[in-house]
């Protein structure tokens, strides 16, 4: 997967806060038409809005259309429609950062001592289950390879130890990036 350079970190940023403004606003968004390069691919993601701690997170591992659209409908998704969380409001839209993952493509775990904490993200699926962790939540809750792996379970509504048991796991890399990273640099 290529980089994304710190120009299309802010400008899909940007998206994203202006996406959901629109939204909230009940104005159209007018996004940019961006024909080539990275930001047309279609790449997996998610968004993450923070306001001190998460206050939603939606994304997409089977992306259609270009990157910087997905960004947008992430976005206005995690603000509205993350069932965790209630809506966000247009009043609570200064007080929230938003942070984007750009995901890898996803390879599947044929031995656990291939997830490096910190560096994967984990796709566990078994039966009806499926839960996805980003690379960044198993670091900020200092998690080590297993718990990893049991909380990715949980997240899917599976028994914590299914990952032994049968449940099909995937890795993968983000690249991640957010307003207040790039605001502090």
Same mark, same amino acid.
């Given at each position: 997967m290529s980089q994304l350079l710190e120009d299309d970190? $802010?400008?899909?940023?940007?998206?994203?806060?202006?996406? @959901? %403004?629109? %939204?909230?606003?009940? @104005? $159209?968004?007018?996004?940019? !038409?961006? $024909?080539?390069?990275?930001?047309s691919q279609p790449l997996a993601l998610f968004v993450s809005?923070?306001?001190g701690r998460l206050r939603g997170c939606i994304g997409n591992i089977h992306p259609f259309g270009p990157l910087y659209r997905n960004v947008a409908e992430c976005a206005i998704s995690a603000a509205v429609g993350d069932p965790r969380f209630?809506?966000?409001?247009?009043?609570?839209?200064?007080? @929230?950062?938003?942070?984007?993952?750009?995901?890898?493509?996803?390879?599947?775990?044929?031995?656990?001592d291939e997830i490096e904490v910190g560096i994967h993200g984990l796709l566990v699926s078994k039966e009806q289950g499926r839960g996805l962790l980003l690379p960044q939540v198993a670091s900020s809750y200092?998690?080590?390879?297993?718990?990893?792996?049991s909380e990715t379970c949980r997240k899917a509504g599976l028994n914590p130890t299914?990952?032994? !048991?049968?449940?099909?796991? %995937?890795?993968?890399?983000?690249? @991640?990036?957010?307003?207040?990273?790039?605001?502090?640099?």
């Open positions: 970190q $802010n400008l899909l940023l940007r998206i994203a806060r202006e996406a @959901v %403004h629109s %939204h909230l606003a009940g @104005v $159209n968004a007018g996004l940019p !038409d961006i $024909n080539s390069g990275i930001l809005i923070h306001q209630v809506p966000l409001t247009l009043d609570e839209l200064d007080a @929230v950062t938003f942070e984007i993952s750009v995901l890898s493509p996803m390879e599947l775990v044929r031995r656990t200092g998690w080590d390879r297993e718990r990893f792996l299914d990952w032994k !048991d049968g449940a099909t796991i %995937h890795r993968f890399t983000a690249q @991640v990036f957010s307003e207040q990273k790039l605001q502090a640099s």
